[in-house]
């Protein structure tokens, strides 16, 4: 029986893979029929592992284990039904002050480490000495990376116009970023490619048996 | 010269399915060489102490199994190999899956992995950043319990777990947010453990930046090339390797097409010059 | 006061949250790790009020026959499938209202919750996916055209790097003497991503920070109240 619903299943996947894929000689029922399960699963997926994995062990647990240790927990318990009452027009505005405790938490903390992060140790990673490559090809790099961290930073500013000296690092700047977007593109295809890559792995290896899976 | 027709797209698609079904099917095994992030990545790991304890957060789901799941088998595979104790994680509901396939298709090759002493799986929270910034304060806190209901205390692994302190290295495999941006914005630059992860190819230009001299990531795994040179590093092939010839021929195309849409274009455009002297 | 608590609260959060980055002691260090764990858990409420959202929005589009009502209907019947296999049997090793469901377990292989995630969802997902090869195959050929100088340099950059991301790159240059070296494609892929893109998206990930920054002050300080909503 197990045997059974095993090869069922592959059979499901591989009906499924094709009716999406019938999207691309055109829209067709059997495509928004695959479009639609795939969105009431995901949704159905999601809620059942909130509830399993983050209100139960988080709140309701320990809550009915240990009310003394944990009464503290009613307040978020509160804000969240709170939440919750969004889907009703009228008193949407409820939902306003967990969110607001959503929002000022978020902005907290990104606050810090984005200057931390992204800013600060950017900017310190871009101080380097580009003399101490181990190659020529590695000292040219390294100055390709300051030039360019510094004149692409300098693109972003658009309070004063980009006309003389600014005008010209912020070409380079262009310029750089071009690169990267290119470079972008191409890690892109190659994503996108993987993941055709692991259907048809999936085609020709688990539900025809041509290839070893 | 007439204007050049534009190709029905279909067809497109229908060179591209078999240009990447073709070399799946006859494979031509070609060499692929290392890179010096995915080598700072296997380096990382080489060098771990045994019994050190490491985390890794598996932030993707099923629509980017086809480049993540290789890496993680390969990773999780090389801290068994070195006796590194893995406590997962998911900052994606769907990752939890995905840890669990994981140590199903390895189990035959580990026969004597214990649950809750060689590793353990935690399961997914939600908050991304705020979250994990929560378990680099109370881990405890985060994780009352693991995945199946068990004590969080009542694992051996989870001895002296309270934060990232006592924690080897944090490896993310990410899909997008929330992932190792945040693990790198907290376990490292907050909590100054070792970070590294694999990202899939449509994230990694983007998370490079953090491969520098402040080793905010110790190296990086970049698509599905990046899983392929881990797996040649181990010595352990998978679908990774299976998958690059399939990879260079799409490419090819690709790159062809660019080719004919770049004639068509400039053809076109003399045309439309001669047609208006 | 409908919006100026809430502006306050986020005002009190935000500032407390940034002083226990300094003052990690009591009572700030407390009050943040104690925020920290309330935002997980009104996370797991925000992730419910998706899907009921979801819910509500087909079922007002089956309600008015709206066009491919029929379609919404499966929506609905899906999730409904999914949340009570969830809920009878758990998944995994977690169990549900009636317990694991052994005898189910046995005859299917998995739990039925995890028999759809692994039969189903994860064949559609991957699938839905997996069409973005063909059409960026697509807009490979009518729109990657070179007509200036910068998009010259996009598209060198892209075709350098595909290259050298594959098996094909090394077979092309492989034969490139050790002086030469550098001019081999992996490794001139390589030199492309190590520093003149790291160097763009490094750019970009500064003046997004900056950007980021400068937004969480402005939520903080009540200056950006967007997310409050309308009256």
């Given at each position: 029986m ?5 090869t069922l299943g592959?059979w499901?996947?591989a ?6 894929f ?15 399960i795939?969105?009431g699963?995901?949704a159905?997926?999601?809620s059942v ?37 969004r ?6 505005w ?19 480490r ?11 990673a ?8 181990e ?12 030039i360019?961290?510094i ?12 006309i ?5 690092s912020a ?12 470079a ?5 295809a ?12 999936f ?5 025809l048996g041509?290839?070893?899976? | 010269m007439?204007k050049?027709?534009?190709?029905d797209?279909?067809?497109l ?7 990447v079904?073709?070399p799946?099917i ?8 290392t890179?010096k ?12 102490p045994?019994?050190s ?12 199994m ?6 993680a ?6 801290c068994?190999?070195?006796?590194i ?6 900052m994606w509901p ?11 298709q ?6 004597d992995?214990?649950y ?6 935690l399961g ?10 929560s378990?680099?304060?109370n ?6 319990k693991?995945?199946?209901g ?10 002296g777990?309270?934060n990232?302190?006592?924690?080897g290295?944090?490896?993310s495999?990410s899909?997008g947010?929330?992932?190792i941006?945040?693990w790198?914005q907290?376990?490292?630059d907050?909590y100054?453990?070792p ?14 930046p953090?491969?520098n001299?402040?080793q905010?990531l110790?190296?990086?795994?970049a698509?599905l ?17 299976s998958?690059?010839d399939?990879?260079?021929?799409a ?5 062809i ?5 770049n004639?068509n274009y ?5 045309a439309?010059?001669?047609g208006?002297? | 006061?409908k ?12 500032i407390?949250?940034?002083?226990s ?12 790790g ?10 797991g409420?925000?992730?419910l ?7 509500k ?5 089956i309600?008015y026959?709206?066009?491919?009502w029929?379609?919404?209907t ?11 296999l969830g ?10 209202m009636?317990g694991?469901?052994?005898a189910?377990?046995?005859?299917l ?7 759809l ?7 559609l ?7 973005l090869?063909f059409?960026i195959?697509?807009?490979?050929y009518?729109?990657?055209i070179?007509r200036?100088v ?19 790159g090394?077979?092309?240059?492989g034969?490139?003497?050790e ?6 494609l992996?490794k001139?892929?390589?030199f492309i991503?190590?520093?003149p ?6 750019a970009i990930?500064i ?18 109240r967007s ?5």
């Open positions: 197990e045997q059974f619903f095993a592959i499901l996947g009906l499924f893979t094709f009716a999406i019938s999207f691309l000689y055109k829209d067709n029922p059997f495509y928004k029929t695959a479009e639609q795939f969105v699963l995901s159905g997926y999601w592992y909130t509830i399993f994995f983050i209100l139960i062990p988080n709140l309701y647990e320990p809550l009915t284990q240990n009310f003394n240790a944990n009464w503290i927990k009613l307040i978020p318990a509160i804000l969240g039904i709170m939440m919750l009452l889907l009703i027009p009228k008193i949407e409820v939902s306003r002050f967990p969110l607001s405790i959503v929002i000022g938490t978020t902005s907290g903390v990104f606050f810090l984005y200057l931390k992060s992204d800013v600060l140790n950017q900017l310190t871009t101080m380097i000495n580009p003399f101490l490559g190659s020529w090809v590695i000292v040219i790099g390294k100055i390709m990376l300051i360019g961290t004149c692409g930073v300098v693109y972003f500013y658009f309070s004063k116009k980009h003389g000296a600014l005008g010209v070409k380079i700047g262009i310029y750089f970023l071009m690169v990267s977007f290119g972008a593109f191409g890690y892109t190659m994503a996108r490619i993987s993941l055709l890559i692991g259907r048809l792995q085609l020709l290896g688990d539900w041509i290839i070893q899976p | 007439g050049a027709k534009q190709i797209r279909r067809w698609f229908l060179l591209i399915f078999f240009g079904a073709f799946l006859f494979t031509l095994g070609l060499p692929l060489e890179t992030n995915v080598q700072m990545v296997y380096d990382l790991i080489d060098n771990m045994k019994g304890k490491a985390l890794i957060s598996f932030d993707y789901d099923p629509a980017s086809p480049e993540l799941h290789p890496m088998k390969a990773i999780v595979k090389h068994f190999d070195k006796d104790n893995l406590i997962f994680t998911a769907m990752g939890v899956q995905m840890a669990d396939d994981i140590i199903y390895l189990k035959d090759d580990y026969p992995l214990e809750g002493e060689d590793y353990v799986n997914f929270k939600a908050g991304g950043m705020i979250t994990i910034q378990m680099g304060k881990f405890r806190e985060v994780f009352p693991d995945m199946n068990n004590n969080i205390d009542e694992l051996p692994i989870m001895e777990i309270n990232f302190s006592n924690i290295f944090v490896f495999l899909a947010a929330p992932g941006k945040e790198v907290i376990a490292h907050a100054g453990r970070t590294s992860g694999g990202v899939t190819g449509v994230s990694a230009p983007a998370i490079l953090y491969v001299e402040q905010q110790t190296g990086l795994l698509g090339k990046g899983a392929a040179e881990y797996e040649i590093l181990l010595k352990a092939p998978g679908t990774a390797i998958g690059m399939a990879q260079s021929a490419h090819l195309i690709i790159i097409f660019i080719i004919i849409g004639v400039w053809r076109n455009k003399k439309e010059k001669m208006g002297k | 006061m919006r100026k608590i809430p502006l306050l609260i986020t005002f009190t959060v935000g407390i949250l940034i002083i980055e300094f003052i990690p002691h009591k009572p700030f260090g407390q009050l943040s104690e925020l920290e764990i309330w935002f997980l858990i009104i996370s409420f925000a992730i009020l998706g899907q009921l959202s979801l819910f929005v087909n079922i007002l589009k309600k026959k709206q066009r491919d029929q379609f919404y499966i929506t609905l019947i899906s999730f409904i499938i999914m949340v009570t809920f009878l049997w758990g998944t995994g090793k977690s169990a549900g009636l694991h469901g052994e189910i377990s046995s005859m292989g998995y739990k039925p919750f995890d028999y995630f692994h039969n189903i969802y994860q064949h997902q991957a699938t839905m996916f997996s069409l090869a059409f195959a697509s807009a490979a009518r729109a990657f070179g200036t910068e998009s010259n340099l996009l598209l060198a950059s892209a075709v350098l790097v595909m290259l050298g991301n594959t098996t094909l090394s077979l092309l240059t034969w490139l003497p002086s030469l070296n550098f001019l081999h992996p001139v892929s390589e991503m190590t520093f893109t790291t160097a763009g998206q490094r990930m003046g997004a920070g900056l950007g980021i920054i400068g937004s969480s002050l402005r939520i903080i300080l009540g200056i950006e997310y409050l909503g309308g009256e």
